[in-house]
């Protein structure tokens, strides 16, 4: 806490400002941490319900060929059957995008088609709601995080050649999947027949996000790195300087005991504001100062025309004035007299402290003192002896209390 304090105001405000935009800065990482997830997330939906959506319509298109064409299937074209076409395109499609690309069903006849539990439970869905037309997830497979899409299948009339009614299915396909114990036969027009799946790395994605997030934190810390530099340079210009200048001054005053030399104005601003009260202020001092001046002057006039010594010194002693008569009673310069304690004055031998010490004897008689004209016994620089009275009078000011003495010979020796 005192190395906070000692430090200047421009380091308190820059730390600050440095501070609360770091926070900022953490606050802004998170936030545009979710966003780059979110976006990298949309993305992965729209890439994956693109590469689905053309699965579909590669098998949409290829059944509507052969149907148009009447290409009749067999054993030997058992690759343009449009299930079987369309998984073989998948395949191909997903080792040059570096995705999983194919094709499930829970009615499946290759067992590559089982679908897995993630995608048994979206297939699920699909026929339990007809209304959802799409699904997906981020989801563990093979011990690796991964984004997970699945889009629906639905049985058109071309479908039903290999997957209608058993006995009206080409023969080659009732030798390859026995009706008896085939499960993918009788689907009627606009069942769910399957899915297009559709699984996508998070590695791929994570970097992607790891990019874009580095990207925007640089630009946004380079952001805040210009911020602060212009909220310290503002705090430089409008607050640190005006209040150096306004130190500086106090400063020059405190030194030079002069008043005249005002600040200028610059606005009508907090700083502004503090600056014409400042200088009001001295307006105020100058005319005090004047006052007292002139106050000095007659009292210094009266004490240095006065025929008797007076010599004013402050509670502990110290002597304050020292008039022209006093210099020639006791010998001393007023430069010699100022500062000197008022014992070394005094005649150790004096009657009147009766052997007590200088200290003890103030403190016991000052009452006596203040109230009556005292004889006291006085020693002069060449250590001569005199007696003169002493008539004691306090003093009380703003800054402190003083005595006042006027010493007067007795009337036998004038």
């Known amino acids: 806490m ?11 405000t820059s730390i600050i400002i440095a501070l609360v935009l770091v926070v900022f800065f953490f606050v802004g990482a998170v ?16 890439k994956a319900e693109l590469v689905a959506a053309e699965a579909i319509r590669s098998r949409e298109y290829l059944s509507a060929q052969l149907t148009t064409g009447k290409v009749e299937l067999s054993l030997d ?18 080792i040059d995008l570096g995705y999983r690309i194919r094709q499930v069903s829970l009615r499946n006849r290759n067992p590559k088609n089982a679908p897995d539990p993630f995608e048994e439970k979206i297939l699920n869905r699909f026929i339990s709601n007809p209304a959802v037309d799409e699904g997906f997830a981020i989801s563990t497979l093979d011990k690796e995080q991964v984004f997970r899409y699945l889009k629906p299948f639905r049985v058109e009339e071309s479908c039903l050649v290999c997957h209608g009614v058993p006995d009206e299915a080409p023969g080659f396909i009732k030798q390859l999947f026995p009706p008896e114990s085939d499960r993918a036969y009788n689907y009627k027009i606009g069942e769910i027949i399957g899915a297009a799946s559709v699984t996508i790395p998070m590695e791929r994605l994570q970097q992607r996000l790891i990019i874009n997030l580095r990207d925007d934190l640089v630009a946004l810390g380079a952001m805040l790195l210009a911020l602060v530099f ?21 400063e020059r005053i405190i ?14 601003d907090e700083i502004g504001r503090l600056v014409a009260a400042f200088n009001e202020m001295l307006d105020h001092l100058s005319e005090k100062s004047r006052h007292i001046e002139e106050s000095e002057q007659r009292y210094r006039a009266l004490t240095e025309s006065a025929r008797n010594p007076i010599i004013s010194f402050l509670a502990n002693g110290q002597i ?4 022209r008569q006093a210099e020639k009673v006791f010998g001393y310069s007023k430069r010699e007299a100022l500062g000197l304690h008022i014992r070394q004055l005094i ?25 009556e004209t005292r004889m006291i016994s006085c020693r002069s620089r060449d250590g001569s002896a005199m007696q003169l009275e002493l008539s004691l009078t306090e003093v009380e000011t703003e800054g402190g209390g003083f005595y006042t003495s006027v010493l007067r010979r007795p009337p036998t020796e004038r």
Not at 77 to 94: H, K, N, T
């Open 31 to 46: 936030v545009e941490y979710r966003q780059q997830r979110e976006f990298i997330i949309e993305e992965a939906i729209a």
């Open 2 to 12: 005192t190395v906070w304090r000692d430090l200047g105001l421009f380091s308190k």
């Open 347 to 371: 005649d150790p031998d004096c009657p009147s402290l009766d052997g007590k010490d200088f200290d003890e004897f103030w403190q016991g008689e000052l009452s006596e003192l203040l109230s």
């Open 320 to 323: 304050i004035l020292f008039n």
């Open 255 to 268: 030194r030079t005991g002069r008043f005249d030399q005002k600040l200028p104005l610059r606005g009508r």
């Open 230 to 250: 212009c909220l310290g340079l503002l705090t430089r210009v409008t607050v640190v300087n005006p209040l150096g200048r306004f130190n500086a001054s106090i």
């Open 77 to 94: 074209r058992y690759g343009l059957i449009p299930v079987v076409a369309s998984q073989r395109i998948g395949e191909q499609v997903g």
